[in-house]
Every structure is written in C-alpha cells, then in structure tokens.
C-alpha cells in the first residue's frame, strides 16, 4: 500500500527566502507524481505534474523534481510572497488515476 | 479545459437525512471519478472509485451502503450520503480522468458538508 510523507509539516519563513519542501512516497511503481496547493476552506489547485519518467518540471518560481527510485520528490519555491502562504501538497498517482495524498506541509510567509 | 465541477459547494443539513453531491467533467467525458474525503487539518482519502456503468469499488474501511455512488454517464458521477451523522462532516473533493488525452486527473472544487 502506498504511503506518502511530507516533510516539515509546518514551515515559516520570510518573504523572498528560497524554500524546499519534501515528499517521499513508499512505492515507487508510481504513475506521475502532483503538487496541489491547497487555501484553507478551498479545494485544490495544481501546481505541478511531473510523470514518472521525468525528472523535474518548472512554473514560474516552482520547481519540482521527483526521483523515482529513491522515492522522492521535491518542490522548490524561489523568492517566496506572501502569498504564497496555504498548504501544499504531494499525490502519488498510479496509472489508474488513484491518488494518495500526502499530509501536507503549511507554509506561512511573513511579509 | 479539463474542468471537473461540483454541485453543492456547501451544505447543511440535519442528522438523519441524506445528501447528494454531484461531480461533473465540463469539457471531457471520464470513464472513471474518484471521491476523496478531507477531515479538518487532514489529508484527503480515497473512498471510492467510480466508474461508468458499472458498480464503484470502496477503499478499506467505507461503507457502500452509506456511501452511495452512481456513475451514470461519462460526465457525471454522484455521491450520496444517506442518514447524515455530524461524524461525516468533511470536506468531499471528487476526481476525474480524461477517456482521451492527458494522463492526469483533474480535482473539483470540493463541497462541504455540515451535518447538524
């Protein structure tokens, strides 16, 4: 069965500090791997999809990599905003389209 | 595209009677959806997979008879909790993958249920 963890659960920084979060996943039999962001009360909203044979993807300030062997992933956010404060998380999706979700990391940016 | 909507975005209602949501892809027809369930300060868990036309398959530890599912055509899928309990207030998100095209799934926008 699939497990994802992610590392730290809370995170608090500065604004304009470059940040990483971290995502592990027990199976690496993985389909792609996505990042949400998720605003408290809100639904999801995805950042990144990185399928399995890649190996990072970018958007904007967002980079994500994934290394599927050792069954992990990052997201890195450069120049972090305040408003980039929420939630994010990572899913480990199979070819099915079954998600499983890790906890997710809460990141606030202080101006 | 790959717009994936849900119908309520929120509801109350009272302990007892049941409550449908529904889950709708806009602009793409989806053999399979999926219902995930978000506890406050929780990550999301599957519940159960739907799929067109055929009867859904519940994750370990849900129950069928109070989570009803109905995939009745590629674009719509329905969960129905009966006999509301103030214990299945959550935040209920639904999935749904493309028949064609791009290997993701695209998340709805969620609805929240309170039960009084």
């Known amino acids: 069965k699939q497990e994802v963890t992610q590392i730290p659960a809370a995170l608090s920084v500065p604004e304009g500090e470059n940040l990483v979060l971290n995502c592990s996943f027990t199976?690496?039999?993985?389909?792609?791997l996505q990042w949400f962001r998720q605003d408290p009360g809100k639904g999801l909203t995805s950042l990144l999809l990185i399928q399995s044979s890649q190996r990072e993807q970018t958007s904007g300030r967002l980079n994500a990599s994934l290394d599927k062997s050792s069954g992990r992933s990052t997201l890195y956010i450069a120049a972090s905003q305040p408003g980039d404060s929420a939630t994010y998380l990572c899913a480990a999706n199979t070819n099915a389209g079954k998600s499983t979700f890790g906890d997710g990391t809460t990141l606030t940016v202080k101006p | 595209g790959a717009v994936v909507s849900q119908h309520p975005s929120r509801v109350i209602c009272k302990s007892g009677t049941s409550v449908k949501i529904e889950c709708r892809s806009l602009d793409f027809q989806a053999t399979t959806m999926f219902w995930y369930r978000q506890f406050p300060k929780q990550s999301l868990m599957l519940m159960a997979t739907s799929n067109e036309g055929s009867k859904a398959t519940y994750e370990q530890g849900v129950e069928k008879d109070k989570f009803l599912i109905n995939h009745a055509s590629l674009t719509l899928s329905t969960l129905t909790v009966t006999s509301a309990h103030p214990e299945d207030s959550s935040f209920y998100i639904c999935?749904?993958?493309?028949?064609?095209?791009?290997?993701?799934?695209?998340f709805g926008p969620g609805t929240r249920l309170t039960v009084l």
């Open positions: 999935s749904a993958r493309p028949l064609r095209g791009k290997n993701e799934q695209f």
């Open positions: 199976d690496s039999a993985i389909y792609n």
